[in-house]
């Protein structure tokens, strides 16, 4: 089955403990991203990926770092996480289109809470 | 620079009556258009795009969405609304300035009443 999975799914952590929420893909897909999502502000990109060791800042990169090893995976890691990082995140893939985005295929979240 | 204005946060039909979410964009060039939504606890899951063919896209669900760029609008609308419509719906916008970015929309969350 075509899918990208994330783990894990909730996780409550402290202030300052490094954390990695990993990403995986089965399709092949050239592009991958991590979004969080916050009542009211929609989906903000964080970092995304063109391809296997390509890797770019979105629009909130602050405070996270990415690694693209491998085309399937694409961690996210938070290495001292803050309250204001609570938050539900995403991870995404897709195949690149003609310098373009095409359709993007969501993991199910992962809700985070840094106390 | 690519945006999204979707508006109206929250939109309440009764079951049966039209749906209409409005989408506006702003792209420089031709863009990729997207209607996503999320229904509770998932993550989300494409409802249609409009990729420069036809201007009128249909979807899944019933739903579908007439790209508009006189008007630089691409609204998704579903002649019936169902109960199980009810979700939160993200329009997106992909383009070639973007640099391989989707910018969302805030949202729209969609209630439908008995």
Same mark, same amino acid.
């Given at each position: ?73 694409? $961690? ?6 803050? $309250? ?28 985070? @809470?840094?106390? | ?29 031709? $863009? ?7 229904? $509770? ?35 998704? @609308? ?29 949202? @729209? ?6």
């Amino acid at each position: 089955e075509a899918q990208v999975t994330q783990n894990p799914r909730y996780l409550i952590t402290v202030t300052g403990k490094k954390l990695t929420v990993t990403c995986s893909q089965n399709m092949n897909h050239e592009y991958m991203s991590w979004y969080r999502q916050d009542p009211g502000l929609g989906l903000r990109q964080i970092y995304y990926s063109m391809n296997v060791e390509v890797t770019d800042k979105g629009d909130v990169p602050e405070g996270y770092k990415v690694s693209r090893k491998e085309k399937r995976n694409f $961690p996210l890691i938070l290495e001292s996480p803050s $309250p204001n990082q609570t938050s539900l995140y995403f991870c995404a893939s897709s195949f690149i289109d003609g310098g373009r985005n095409n359709e993007q295929f969501f993991g199910p979240g992962t809700r985070l @809470t840094v106390l | 620079a690519q945006s999204v204005t979707q508006l109206g946060s929250h939109v309440s039909v009764s079951e049966g009556a039209l749906v209409l979410l409005r989408c506006n964009y702003s792209s420089s060039v031709p $863009p990729y258009l997207f209607w996503y939504v999320q229904y $509770p606890n998932q993550g989300l899951q494409l409802l249609l795009k409009y990729t420069s063919a036809a201007t009128l896209v249909k979807g899944i669900n019933g739903f579908e969405a007439e790209f508009k760029k006189s008007e630089t609008s691409f609204h998704l @609308t579903k002649p019936s609304a169902h109960m199980s419509d009810a979700a939160e719906y993200f329009c997106a916008v992909s383009d070639q300035t973007g640099g391989f970015k989707t910018i969302f929309g805030a949202g @729209t969350r969609l209630f439908v009443k008995a």
